[in-house]
């Protein structure tokens, strides 16, 4: 169980912060390593596949919010960028029949529309119900990710970003927030963009995915550090998968040595009296990434959405050299004519370690989307929707151990700095 009295272990926790601070500052601080970007052929390969299958989700929701239950194509013309297609959306659309099905408008004889097929329904139906299920778990992630910002507020703009990756409903704003009034609130930010607040701080919650993660393995017998921390006396680690070759090299061990002693600060802590050019700023800010992609469902997330709270979540401006600087926790992807950051401990040969149910469904989604499209590429039937769904998932991934296939980059390439646009 977690320590309740939580005030006078932060009280120790800060006084242990600010004499290993000092003794980093007067040592001159941790030796910097660069490293180069490498290429993961496997994390690669799961940006490929959900981008359609995101894309796909979207048109279902949408969809299915239609007063007049389809769309036409037309109206989901200029849709491209948003969904984040390398292909026109007409030509999506059509890619995946077991999910949309095409007829001509009831005026205009030559206008495609879409609406959902049976099997595509169902789906839908099932989606609903794990909402329903685990909607204590949804309130809980939301909960956390408002904790983490400054003024425990975020931009219904940048949440609506999130939405797909935190696992919310669609409405959320309607079917999940208004529920729940002692927890959220709507409040207009001062240039007037609407934003959701957290009503009240819930201190049950206020427990970072590597404190858990500590917390379960002291239980388990496996590791004394956790106890440790709690007393003030040891700092927590950050589980680490470098590149092939990179573990071996003494000045990265080094490295990662000093920076793992570093002592760690709750992304849910004050962290307002640290100096922002410090090393222990550094560590606060690789964990607030880490806590922010341990809530996503799928553990990774754009860069875009994480910039866009960046002021919000206390962290550099220029923060993807973290991603790049920690590649044994974090992998960066440029697939999919975007960067997508990856929680690497969350995945093992491609796979997510601990699959939320949602992602199961999405995974059943996705053997949907594929089955469609290899029958319409070979020019063959549909299949039944008892086939369709009977099926086990195909995995059309690459059969290589996770780093297996890896490629350097030069150094400074475009993953160094942040550009405005993707």
């Known amino acids: 169980m977690f320590v309740k009295s939580q005030s006078f272990l932060f009280s120790v926790s800060k006084l242990f912060h600010q004499h290993q601070h000092q003794q980093w500052r007067e040592m001159g601080g941790m030796t910097k390593v660069r490293l180069k970007w490498v290429k993961n052929k496997n994390l690669d390969h799961i940006i490929d596949t959900e981008t359609d299958l995101k894309a796909a989700c979207i048109l279902k929701d949408a969809i299915k919010r239609s007063p007049t239950g389809f769309l036409t194509a037309k109206s989901v013309a200029d849709w491209q960028k948003l969904l984040g297609l390398t292909v026109p959306v007409l030509r999506f659309l059509r890619r995946y029949p077991t999910l949309f099905h095409e007829f001509p408008h009831a005026r205009y004889a030559s206008l495609p529309c879409f609406k959902l097929t049976d099997t595509a329904l169902m789906l839908d139906s099932q989606e609903e119900i794990i909402h329903q299920s685990h909607e204590a778990d949804t309130v809980e992630r939301l909960c956390r990710v408002l904790m983490m910002m400054r003024t425990r507020t975020i931009s219904l703009r940048s949440l609506h970003s999130l939405k797909f990756d935190l696992g919310l409903p669609d409405n959320y704003e309607k079917t999940l927030v208004t529920r729940y009034p002692d927890h959220f609130c709507f409040v207009k930010a001062s240039n007037g963009n609407p934003c959701l607040k957290l009503a009240n701080w819930r201190e049950e919650f206020a427990f970072s995915a590597l404190q858990k993660r500590n917390e379960s393995n002291a239980v388990a017998g496996e590791d004394c550090r956790y ?72 553990k990774k997330t754009k860069r875009n959405y994480m910039r866009s709270m960046r002021a919000e979540l206390n962290i550099p401006h220029k923060f993807t050299r973290l991603f790049t600087r920690y590649p044994g926790i974090f992998y960066l992807s440029l697939k999919c004519k975007t960067t997508t950051v990856i929680l690497k401990e969350g995945y093992r040969r491609g796979k997510l370690v601990e699959p939320h149910p949602l992602t199961r469904l999405r995974d059943k989604f996705y053997h949907v989307m594929r089955s469609g499209f290899l029958y319409r590429a070979k020019g063959l039937g549909m299949l039944s929707q008892e086939e369709l769904l009977l099926d086990k998932p195909h995995d059309d991934g690459p059969e290589e151990e996770e780093g297996s296939e890896e490629e350097e980059i030069v150094e400074g390439s475009e993953l160094e700095e942040d550009s405005e646009d993707e």
Do not use: C
Request: hydrophobic fraction near 35%.
């Open 227 to 298: 106890r440790e921390f709690k007393r003030g006396q040891s700092a927590l680690t950050f589980p680490m998968s470098f590149p092939r070759g990179y573990g071996a090299q003494k000045k990265v061990k080094a490295w990662m040595d000093e920076f793992q002693n570093l002592p760690y600060i709750s992304p849910y802590d004050d962290s307002s009296n640290i100096d922002p050019e410090s090393d222990l700023m550094e560590k606060r800010a690789v964990g607030v990434l880490h806590e922010l992609l341990s809530l996503t469902i799928h």
